[in-house]
């Protein structure tokens, strides 16, 4: 089972920027999809960006046009630059692996703050 670890949440400002990072334990190239999903108290987890293998992108609506999603298999890193950010993108934000058969992978999560 790989190991995924986030790094790079905090606390910014309004309209502030934060660039989180996912690395894996193991090489990445065999998840067919990686990326981010978020979990704000009270609510359920929610897509934030996923990156295929073939390097497809697929954002969330609420955040399309304020995210970009990267990954590099040399590296066994995803990263997610967050840009324009909101209060209502406060939440845990959760790096995320799947491979081709559909086996899932989570990490432990870092937490992300906006004050208004």
């Known amino acids: 089972q790989v190991q995924l670890v986030e790094s790079g949440g905090g606390l910014v400002q309004a309209g502030g920027s934060l660039r989180l990072s996912c690395v894996a334990s193991?090489?990445?190239?065999?998840?067919?999809?990686m990326g981010w999903y978020r979990q704000a108290p009270g609510k359920q987890r929610e897509l934030v960006a996923l990156?295929?293998?073939?390097?497809?992108?697929n954002y969330a609506d609420s955040m399309k046009g304020r995210l970009t999603i990267s990954r590099d298999n040399a590296k066994n890193t995803v990263d997610l630059q967050m840009n324009s950010l909101k209060p209502e993108d406060t939440a845990v934000y959760f790096c995320?692996?799947?491979?081709?058969?559909?086996?899932?992978?989570w990490g432990q999560g870092t937490q992300v703050t906006v004050s208004s």
């Open positions: 990156i295929g293998s073939d390097g497809r992108t």
């Open positions: 995320y692996a799947r491979t081709s058969t559909f086996r899932s992978s």
């Open positions: 193991g090489s990445i190239s065999r998840f067919a999809a």
